[in-house]
T-cell receptor, first 112, second 116 residues
Framework: GENVEQHPSTLSVQEGDSAVIKCTYS??????FPWYKQELGKRPQLIID?????GEKKDQRIAVTLNKTAKHFSLHITETQPEDSAVYFC???????????FGTGTRLQVFP | NAGVMQNPRHLVRRRGQEARLRCSPV?????VYWYRQLPEEGLKFMVY????????ESGMPKERFSAEFPKEGPSILRIQQVVRGDSAAYFC??????????????FGEGSRLTVL
């Protein structure tokens, strides 16, 4: 079955710096890779996603890159702000199902 | 449009009691997923259902746990004879399903179960 690994588990950055979170997946048939942000006590919310026919996608301060050959994808947050502090989860799903397998999460802290 | 609605938001049970968690998907969504999140951990897939069908229950413990998504009404996650290790946040998510294939799951706010 699909397995998703995520690193680092915690990440602390100074406000204004960049943050990078990396994930690897095991099933080469995976074709959809979303990133979710979860604030304390809240539900996970989609922040950006990428499909396997695209190598990079950007939305303002966040971007995601995908390397299908290496089976890894990354989240990049530039000009971090304190409100970016949360737990971020990567996920992967197969083409014939909406079932998502999540990584273990990265707790991002942005210090002012 | 209302999002995914879960209730109760908080539930306290004593060991051996039953817990029933309910989830109403986004209107028009036919697929429901249940995930479990232990404190300080990630989201673990439990079960994937369509109306009146269990599609994938590979993440569901073999005993004490069951799920349904009837033709009418919300999806129910039922945990019988709860133990302390069942204490967790249980998140429900819905999607439009195949044919629409947006891939995005819409999550509810979760039901936090505490077993005393």
């Amino acid at each position: 079955g699909e397995n998703v690994e995520q690193h680092p588990s915690t990440l602390s950055v100074q406000e204004g710096d960049s943050a990078v979170i990396k994930c690897t997946y095991s099933d080469s048939a995976s074709n959809y890779f979303p990133w979710y942000k979860q604030e304390l006590g809240k539900r996970p919310q989609l922040i950006i996603d990428i499909r396997s026919n695209v190598g990079e996608k950007k939305d303002q301060r966040i971007a995601v890159t995908l390397n299908k050959t290496a089976k890894h994808f990354s989240l990049h947050i530039t000009e971090t702000q304190p409100e970016d502090s949360a737990v971020y989860f990567c996920a992967a799903s197969l083409s014939n199902t909406d079932k998502l397998i999540f990584g273990t999460g990265t707790r991002l802290q942005v210090f002012p | 449009n209302a999002g995914v609605m879960q209730n109760p938001r908080h539930l306290v049970r004593r060991r051996g009691q039953e817990a029933r968690l309910r989830c109403s998907p986004v209107k028009g969504h036919s697929h429901v997923y249940w995930y479990r999140q232990l404190p300080e951990e990630g989201l673990k897939f439990m079960v994937y259902l369509q109306k009146e069908n269990i599609i994938d229950e590979s993440g569901m413990p073999k005993e004490r746990f069951s799920a349904e998504f009837p033709k009418e009404g919300p999806s129910i996650l039922r945990i019988q004879q709860v133990v302390r290790g069942d204490s967790a946040a249980y998140f429900c998510a819905s999607s439009p399903g195949k044919g629409v294939n947006t891939g995005e799951l819409f999550f509810g706010e979760g039901s936090r179960l505490t077993v005393l």
